[in-house]
C-alpha cells in the first residue's frame, strides 16, 4: 500500500462515465411518454372493464395497439432507466450490481411480453 | 476548524487525497434537515415512478391473459377490476399524474429554467394541484 502513489489510488475510482447517456435516456424517454401517457389512460382505461370479445376487437384496431405497444416499449425502457438510479442510491457492493441486474431483466421482460400478447391479439 | 496542518497530517499516516477528511461540510442530513415542498416534492416524484411497477405489471399480466384465451383473460380482468384492482389502479393514475408533472418540472429545470427557490417553489404547488385535477379529471371520464 505505501508504495502507491495518490494518483494510482484515484485512477478508475470516479465516474462509470456512461452518466451522459443515462442522462439522455430519460430525457428522450420522458418527452416520449409525455405523449405517450395520456393516450395511453384514454385508450386502455376506455375499454378496461369490457367483456373479452370487446377487448380482442379493440386492440384490433391499428391506434389503440400502436399507442400500447409504444408505451410499454418506452415506459419499461423509462422505468429501467429510472430503478437504476434508486438501486444506486440506496443499495451498495455486489448486492446493488446484483439488483440492477435483475430489475433490467424485468423490464426488458415485461416489455417484451407485453409486446408480443399485444401484438398477437392485434394479427 | 482550518484543515489540519501537512505535518499533523504525515503524522497521523494519512494521503494527500483525505486531507480533508471529516472536516468537510456534510450534505444536510434528513433527519434534521426541516422537510420543504422541494424537498417534499422532489421524493415523491421518485416514489410515485417507482411505484408504477405495480400497475406496470398488472397490466403486462391483463394482455398477456388477453392473449392467451376467454379463461386467463377473465382471471386477470377479475382481478384488474375488483375493489382491490380499483384501489391500486386510482392509486396508480395518482402517481402517474404527479411523476409526470414532476417530469415536465425537471425537463423544465433541465433546459435551464425556473431554477430559484421560488419558482421551484411554485411549480412543486403547480404539480400538486394539476396532479390532483387530473386524476379526478381521469375517475370521471372512465
Ligand atoms: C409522461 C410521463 C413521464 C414523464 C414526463 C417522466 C419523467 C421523468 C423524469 C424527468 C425523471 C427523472 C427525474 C430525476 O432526474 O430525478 C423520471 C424518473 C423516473 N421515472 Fe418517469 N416519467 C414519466 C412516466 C413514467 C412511468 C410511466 C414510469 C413507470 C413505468 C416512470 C418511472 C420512473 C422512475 C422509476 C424514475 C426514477 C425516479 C428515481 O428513483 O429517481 N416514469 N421520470
Redesign the interface.
Known amino acids: 500500500m505505501a508504495f502507491l502513489t495518490?494518483r494510482k489510488?484515484?485512477v478508475g475510482m470516479g465516474s462509470a462515465k456512461t452518466g451522459t447517456e443515462h442522462h439522455w435516456q430519460m430525457?428522450v424517454t420522458?418527452?416520449a411518454?409525455?405523449v405517450l401517457?395520456p393516450f395511453f389512460?384514454?385508450t386502455?382505461?376506455?375499454i378496461?372493464?369490457a367483456p373479452?370479445e370487446e377487448?380482442?376487437a379493440y386492440?384490433q384496431r391499428p391506434f389503440p395497439a400502436v399507442v400500447?405497444i409504444l408505451t410499454?416499449l418506452v415506459?419499461?425502457l423509462h422505468?429501467r432507466h429510472?430503478?437504476q438510479t434508486?438501486i444506486e442510491d440506496y443499495v451498495h457492493g455486489l448486492a446493488r450490481k446484483v439488483v440492477i441486474i435483475v430489475m433490467i431483466c424485468v423490464s426488458y421482460s415485461?416489455a417484451a411480453?407485453?409486446i408480443?400478447?399485444?401484438v398477437?391479439?392485434a394479427l | 476548524m482550518a484543515p489540519p496542518s501537512r505535518a499533523a497530517v504525515a503524522k497521523k499516516g494519512t494521503h494527500m487525497a483525505d486531507v480533508n477528511r471529516g472536516n468537510r461540510p456534510l450534505s444536510p442530513h434528513l433527519t434534521i434537515y426541516r422537510p420543504q415542498l422541494t424537498s417534499m416534492t422532489s421524493i415523491l416524484v421518485r416514489i410515485s415512478g417507482n411505484a408504477l411497477i405495480v400497475a406496470g405489471l398488472l397490466i403486462v399480466w391483463w394482455f398477456v391473459a388477453a392473449a392467451t384465451g376467454p379463461e386467463a383473460f377473465a382471471r386477470a380482468n377479475a382481478v384488474l377490476t375488483s375493489w382491490f384492482g380499483d384501489l391500486v389502479l386510482f392509486g396508480s393514475v395518482l402517481c402517474l399524474w404527479y411523476h409526470t408533472f414532476g417530469g415536465i418540472r425537471h425537463l423544465i429545470w433541465d433546459s435551464g429554467h425556473m431554477l430559484d427557490v421560488d419558482k421551484s417553489e411554485m411549480a412543486g404547488q403547480i404539480m400538486i394541484i394539476a396532479a390532483v385535477l387530473m386524476t379526478i379529471f381521469t375517475v370521471i371520464v372512465l
Do not use: E, K, N
Request: glycine share 12%; net charge positive.
Open positions: 495518490d489510488r484515484a430525457m420522458s418527452v411518454l409525455l401517457i389512460v384514454f386502455f382505461g376506455a378496461l372493464g373479452y377487448v380482442i386492440y400500447a410499454m415506459g419499461w422505468f429510472g430503478v434508486l415485461a411480453f407485453a408480443f400478447a399485444i398477437r391479439i
